[in-house]
Each structure stands twice: as structure tokens, then as C-alpha cells.
């Protein structure tokens, strides 16, 4: 298995480290100290060396952090997580704090007359940094870099990884990486830009077409890059990630280092230096600066480029979601067969990794199944462990969230299921969700929009009822790379316009909180329109489908779908049957030929 059950939260421990951190604190001379989730490349899942918020709170989302003051230590959660931290956490020395709502800087004025936070100058970002001090300005209180305290409080911490970092065929990737970094060198030197640093794993991985094993889930090597105007690069790693096959593959337009020569190397620049202010660690404009390097803020000049699929990008992934998609519904003609009662949480995860191995081109999960039944599903990252595991009892729906990591896609799909015999409320529910997500699956608009232009589409029929869902309605997926991608997303804060080839997750929700959650994701890429008869010379764009499953009739309310939304669903349903059931067993297929039927 590639997932475990185990119950990884320790709260029972969050008293006694907090403490301890206090006195580092004192010892320091520290009013604070900042505790991100973020490691030094500013992932989203980390190592368990970099685990450092999950240690001291006991908190295991993928996107928060901690303040910890000598009264009060507060725990900065989104919408996503906001059930979620009250079990997690010790709530008597910890307070969650909602996030994005209440920024840092207001909440420190509020608990501080004055005095040094510190923080790690590795674990965050310049931007990050910048706004917290705009918003502490007239104020007693400074933000001060310093040594990671949690670090040394840990005595257990795990070892950095050392995963081996392989080439990633150039048949899949659409272009050879030594192109690549020509191309990204000529739009450096266009600027006017001798360099960029390059710290986010996935562009180093899609930039020399290489994928590591550095974090479970994720294909990504833990590794720096300094990208030239002349289109070399210096890549710093780890020896024991590197192995000659690399070595041939990177060839002369690479140079590798370790990492311990990445100050040395900064230090050495001339400048002009590309920096990016979202990513990179406040540390390498530590380097830049006492070196007296001239340094620019500028994006990560992959990250566009990465976002945009090449033609051979797109249909290897479309290949990888059909084999999901297969995979799939050999699983669900396997959940409906099962009598409410008779398995649990931990039975459906396993079960569907189970038919997803079957597949034998199964390299990891994309993340850990979310398989939250009755109240669970409404913590929107439920994942379920050994303490937690719940039986499917009748009445409940299950949110089944999960996906595939293959060398050719990486997939996310979520399906909410019913088990036995569901209530109206439910079906009502279900049905505005559907509504929303077949709002984005047929919407054209015109180029140059952005997923906050979009977004409120997949929420209007749930906003006519009173209701919402406190995440965004989609977020960018790679290809055998991270099943969150930036920057696209279909999101309000979201200001990126939407080009040909970026795949995108269409995922509204609801969530009930103690009672249910509902949840329907299909991913999506962007694509040209054609132009329509009597249409404008605009032009437009519109989303091509990528994930082929059903979605479970018995909880639509027909009567709530518009003409236009039935005929899509039922077109979907026939494309499933079409484009699946020729991978299936004999059972599958026929019980996607009843699952698909014509609502």
C-alpha cells in the first residue's frame, strides 16, 4: 500500500514542545516565533525532516502555520481545514485562527505592543515577509531572522531525503530539456537578466525533464537551479540523488553541484539576478544582498511555461486519465456490491488503490484518498486513519476523493457516492453541486479571463439556496509532476488568465458540518473554442473534459437540472460508456451500461 492509516497527529505532545519553544525564544531574546507548514522550496506536501507545524501542533493539513507568542500560539488555518484543527490540536494551548480572514500582521497588533517575531529566513518568502512588516509598520513589533528553533528543539528530526532524481522521457514531455533552457535563457537575456534562481521542485523537474522521489505523492527533486542568459544551468544537489544515467541525460548544458556551494554560487553572480518574491526563501536575497549582486523580482520563469501543456503533455494525460477512469469504475461496480454496514473507510481506500495497482503502471497515488462517510465528509481533508475509521452505514454519503500518479498524468477525481437510502436534503444538495460543475464543464468565455472571472459560476447554484463552499473551485494539476499546480486555478483570488493547455480541477462542493459533505471533481484543460454561427470575431475558450467516470444518478433530483444540463449529463454518461467500457471486466462493463443510462 501506498497509503497508511496511521494516526500521525500527536496534540497529546503540543504542550510540553510549545514550552520548549518558549524557552528558545526567551533564549533568543524573541517575542514569536513563525512555524510554517512550507519547507525551503515552499511545498505543499514536505518531507517529515520539514514537518516542523505537524511536530509541534499536531495539525496535518497542507497549508497553514503557527504563530507562537510566550501567551498565546495561534494555528492560521483556511476554510479547508477549519473542522479539521479542532481535532488535531491541543485547544488549550493552541487557538485556530481563520486564514486568509485574519492576516498575521493584524493578528500580532492585536497580541503585541512590541518586540522581535522570528523566523526562519529559509522557510519564507520575501513576499511573504514584505506584507507582514507593511502591516506591523508604526508598530513596536520587527520580524527578525534567525535560526530555525524548532529545529532544535526536535531531537527525532528524520534526515533530508535523498530520492534518486531519473530522466522523464522527452516523447512525453513534448520538448528536450536542452531546448527548454535555450529558450528560457533567450527570454532571460531579452530582459535584460544575466540569471534566475530557480528553488520550487517541480520547475527544476519539468525544466531538465527529470522527476525525483524526494516527497511521497509528488515526483519532485529536492534541488536548487541557477538558470543563465546562455542557457546553462547550475543544478545543486545532493551525490546521492545523482547516478550516471542522469549525468548522461542532464550532458554538457548542466552543471551539478552540491548544495553546500549554492552561497558561494549566488554570492559569485553579477547580476542582474531574477529572483522570485513568491517562492524563493528570504535566504537568497540574504546572499544577493551582502554580495552586493543587483537582483530583480520576477516570476519563475517555468512556471508559465510548465502551466501550458505541450500537444505531447496532453495526450499522454488523456491516456492516464482513461486508465483511471477504467480503474475507477472497476471500483465502483465493486462499492455498489457491497451492503451498507458491511466496510469501512479504510475498505474503500484501499480497495480503490487495490484496483488502481491492477493497472501495473501504477507509480504512487497523487495523495492520500480522502474516503470521509457521514459527518467525515464534511472536513473537507479528512483522511482517515486507524482511530478514525468509520463503517458506511445506510443514509450516509461518501466523499471519495483520490487520483493516480503515472508516468504519463497524474490524476484527481472526486465522486460522492450514496450509501443505502439518502434523504431529499441530500439529493437536493448533490444536485446544486452537480449544477455548478457543469456550469464550468460548458462555459466558453472570452481569452483573457481568469479563474476569479469564473469561479462564481460553479457557486450561483448553490448561492440561490443560501449556500457555499469555503475552497476554490479548482486548481492546476501537472502531468507526472504536482497534483497542485500553480499558477492557474479557478479560484476569486485567482488573477492568471487562462491559456490553451493548462489543466485545471472542476471541483465545486458542500459541506454540512456534522452531517455530510458533497464533493464532484472532474479535471479539465483549456483549450481554443471553435467560433459559433453568428458569434463575434472574439476570440474564445472553452475546456475540454479529461476524466470519464459516472456520476452517481440515484442522488441527482432531475427535476432541478435545466434542459441544457441533462443533455449534457447524459452526452457525459454516453462518453463514458463510450471511451471505458472497452477496458472493462465483464462486471464493470455492465455496470457502467446501468450507471450511464439517461437520466
Sequence with gaps: MFQSFQTTASPEHGAARLAQLRDQMRAEGLAGFMVP?????QGEYVAPHDARLEWLTGFTGSAGFCIALTEVAGVFVDGRYRTQVKHQVDLDHFTPVDWPDTQPAPWLRQQLEGGRVGFDPWLHTPAEIARIEQGLAGTQITLAPCPNLVDRIWADQPAPPTGLVTPYPEKLAGEAHADKLTRLGASLRNQGQESAVITLPDSIAWMLNVRGSDIPRNPIPHAFAILHDSGHCTLFADAAKIDDALRAHLGDTVTIRPPQAFAAALRSLTGPVRVDHDSA?????????????P????????????????????AATREAHLRDAAAMCEFLCWFDAQAPGTITEIDVATSLEGFRRATNALMDISFDTIAGTGPHGAI????VTEDTNARLEDGQLIVIDSGGQYLDGTTDITRTLPIGTVGDEEKACF???????????????????????????ARYPLWVAGQDFNHGTGHGVGVY??????????????????????ILSNEPGYYREGAFGIRLENLIVVQAAPDL??????PMHDFETLTYVPIDRRLVLPALLSDEERDWLNTYHAACRDKIAPRLSEAARLWLSDATAPV
Design 37 to 41: 507548514r512550507a519547507d525551503a522550496h
Design 281 to 293: 526563501p528570504v535566504w537568497v536575497l540574504q546572499q544577493l544582498d551582502e554580495a552586493n549582486v
Design 295 to 314: 537582483h530583480v523580482a520576477g516570476q519563475d520563469p517555468c512556471i508559465l511555461p510548465k502551466a501550458t501543456k505541450t500537444r505531447a503533455e496532453i
Design 380 to 383: 473537507m481533508h479528512y483522511r
Design 533 to 538: 454561427p453568428g458569434g463575434d470575431p472574439r
Design 431 to 457: 444536485t446544486r453541486v452537480l449544477k455548478g460543475m457543469i456550469g464550468i464543464s460548458r462555459l466558453r468565455f472570452p481569452r483573457g479571463l481568469a479563474g476569479r472571472d469564473l469561479d462564481a459560476i
Design 481 to 502: 509532476l504536482c497534483v497542485h499546480e500553480g499558477p492557474q486555478r479557478l479560484s476569486r483570488v485567482s488573477e492568471v488568465p487562462l491559456q490553451p493547455g493548462m
